[in-house]
């Protein structure tokens, strides 16, 4: 057992369910060796408090806040040391002729309590009440900012406008 101190246990919790880590990380950091590098870090930093798990069987969710806490943190680090390489706020989305990097860039510039709805809505294909355990907010809470983000996007990209019109679902939701 993992909270015992058996590190094959703590092993097999982390790599069963790499793929998916692995693509939430890639969500956040968009590039495979800063999502492996946030990844590594999420893993040393869960097993250092392992002993603070409360419930064992929401490992995967304790596991997942970390290293959602890992990519913020690394994405605020990289801001600091590299300020002159962000792109101007309002002509960055106008500048981004493929589709997917316009809603990328329309993602990233939603606020982060947004961006995580999204990410783990529309990229990993959670349930509201998934993502409600995993940030810990009550579900009313995750579709009303669900509800704000998506009006956001559409307000950023354009409802029908600009090659997204397809994007839009008939029930309004974001298809990515």
């Given at each position: 057992?993992?909270?015992?101190?058996?590190?094959?246990?703590?092993?097999?919790?982390?790599?069963?369910?790499?793929?998916?880590l692995l693509r939430i990380a890639y969500a956040y950091m968009k590039n495979e060796h800063d999502a492996?590098?946030?990844?590594?870090e999420a893993t040393c930093r869960a097993y250092a408090k392992l002993r603070k798990l409360k419930e064992p069987s929401l490992f995967l969710t304790w596991y997942t806040r970390i290293?959602?806490?890992c990519c913020i943190d690394?994405?605020?680090?990289?801001?600091r040391m590299l300020p002159m390489l962000r792109l101007?706020?309002?002509?960055?989305i106008d500048r981004l002729p493929d589709e997917r990097l316009r809603l990328d860039a329309a993602i990233a510039k939603l606020a982060p309590h947004y961006r995580h709805i999204i990410i783990l809505k529309y990229y990993e294909d959670m349930t509201l009440t998934e993502i409600a355990r995993l940030l810990e907010k009550p579900d009313g809470t995750v579709k009303t900012w669900l509800n704000k983000a998506l009006k956001k996007l559409r307000a950023d990209l354009g409802e029908g406008g600009g090659g997204f019109h397809d994007?839009?679902?008939?029930?309004g939701t974001l298809r990515i």
């Open positions: 057992m993992a909270l015992s101190g058996d590190d094959e246990a703590f092993f097999r919790l982390v790599t069963d369910d790499r793929e998916r492996l590098e946030a990844i590594q290293l959602i806490n690394e994405q605020k680090r990289k801001r101007p706020e309002g002509a960055a994007r839009w679902g008939e029930d």
